[in-house]
């Protein structure tokens, strides 16, 4: 039985991303709940360790509102890993300072491949848990985003055993057997949709997937290896509960190149990020898709006037709203560590004030 949690307040985001009119262009930012806000860091304090604050449902829901009380944003993104899907299949997530995430038990022969199954459920019931806790908690103030990594993105450190640049290792097995990197992609898109499913279960009212390390594979092989698998995603996907749409995100980083083909995968928005322009993608994409972002997350280190040059020009550039159009005002990434909290809050004032205007023109 669902949970009856608090009516929604503000649903423009998600009017946005199912491309119905709106007041105003709605706001959030990728990595929002993070380490340049310091009440963000008082609570990683607390919590010890990364994996300690994201493993805690209180701690989880703390941080996860913290910037939708500073700031009026437009929704609120689950506080959590990308990588809780592969640690829960039993690869050892551990993280080293100065180095990031890595996993004891990478996938390196045939053996660990065709070993490799999709996760219990009940091993990430502390996401679950927060997700519910974070949506009763924020009383319909904002729609709350559960998210994944894409099944390729979460791959790449399944196979490399951590962060890379160069890819070798996954690339190696993606050419010489591509039979054994199939294996892992097929499970871990199932494992994907089933993490997700479960977090709308709980209470998210959108998703997104977070396909960071799509931009590395060469054309072609994009298409092969982590479009297609997004796409299986999209099929399994809950696209509507307790008779309510909930949309869905896709976003790769460095995937322009192929925005025509990602738009047509079956999500309702498509993450830009800031080498796309705007104007363009929304005539590549036509009334498919709604699109989300795409400003330099660097543009918060100028001075006010030029955040707000930033933003209308961004604007301007998505151009004026009209049937079937939706925009979601988002970072090309995420938010730098190192961001000005004050910048934050220009930002999100000229959004809102700059877009207001350009809705009430039509």
Partial sequence: MSTPFPALKNDTF??????????????????????????????????????????????ATEVTLQPVERYPL???ILFSDILTVPDAMGLGLYFVEGEGPKFERPLRTEQEVMALRVPDLGLLDYVFKAVTQIRTELNGK???????????????????????????????????????????????ATSVAQ??????????????????????????????????????VMRQLIREKDGVKIPAIVFTKGGGLWLEEIAGIGADAVGLDWTVNLGQARARTGDRVALQGNLDPNVLFAQPEQIRAEVAAALDS???????????????HGISQFTPP???AVLVEAVHELSRKKHAAI
């Fill in 342 to 344: 004050e910048a934050v």
């Fill in 195 to 232: 993490y997700l499913n479960a977090q709308i279960e709980a209470g998210a009212q959108a998703v997104m997937i977070f396909d960071s390390w799509g931009g590395a594979l060469a054309d072609g092989a994009y298409q092969q290896f982590s479009l297609r698998y997004m796409q299986d």
């Fill in 74 to 76: 437009d929704a609120a």
């Fill in 142 to 188: 904002v729609p709350l985003i559960g998210f994944s990594g894409s099944p390729w993105t979460l791959a790449t450190y399944m196979v490399e055993g951590g962060s890379s640049k160069e890819f070798r290792t996954i690339k190696s097995m993606l050419y010489s057997r591509p039979d054994l990197m199939h294996h892992i992609l097929s499970v871990t």
């Fill in 318 to 332: 998505f151009g004026m709203h009209g049937a079937g159009s939706g925009h979601v005002f988002n970072l090309g």
């Fill in 14 to 59: 998600l009017r946005a991303l199912l491309r119905q009119p709106t007041e105003y262009t709605p706001l959030w930012l990728m990595r929002q709940a993070g380490r340049y806000l310091p009440e963000y860091r008082a609570t990683r304090k607390v919590a010890g360790s990364f994996m300690g604050l994201a493993t805690n449902p209180d701690l």
